[in-house]
């Protein structure tokens, strides 16, 4: 979705042993949002959307909290009060937030 093309042709991702990294050649949504002067940033609980796997691009701020086991992932409620602390202090401009 951040490429509007399959991950068959921007490559990033893959399966447990062979992940690979997104192509370079593909521009992202946030980047456009970015270079359009927005605020950027994404908070995930899943690693594809990090530096590893080049999703990251275009994103000013990355908030990703590792975790060993699915069973651990950061909670629905603490992703969306970080996402509406986020908010509030960008709330002045326009702003992309994922």
């Known amino acids: 979705m951040l490429t509007s093309t399959y991950p068959a042709q921007h490559q990033a991702g893959g399966f447990l042993g062979r992940f690979t990294r997104m192509n370079e050649r593909y ?3 946030p980047e456009c949002f970015e270079k359009a002067g927005y605020a950027t940033a994404a908070i995930v609980n899943v690693e594809f959307v ?4 080049g999703m990251h691009r275009g994103f000013g701020e990355v908030d990703f909290v590792p975790h060993q086991d699915n069973t651990l992932t950061r909670t629905a409620d603490k992703v969306t009060d970080t996402a509406l602390r986020w908010i509030k202090d ?3 401009g326009p702003f992309f937030l994922m």
């Open 50 to 53: 990090t530096r590893s796997f």
């Open 27 to 29: 521009r992202t949504l």
């Open 90 to 92: 960008h709330a002045e």
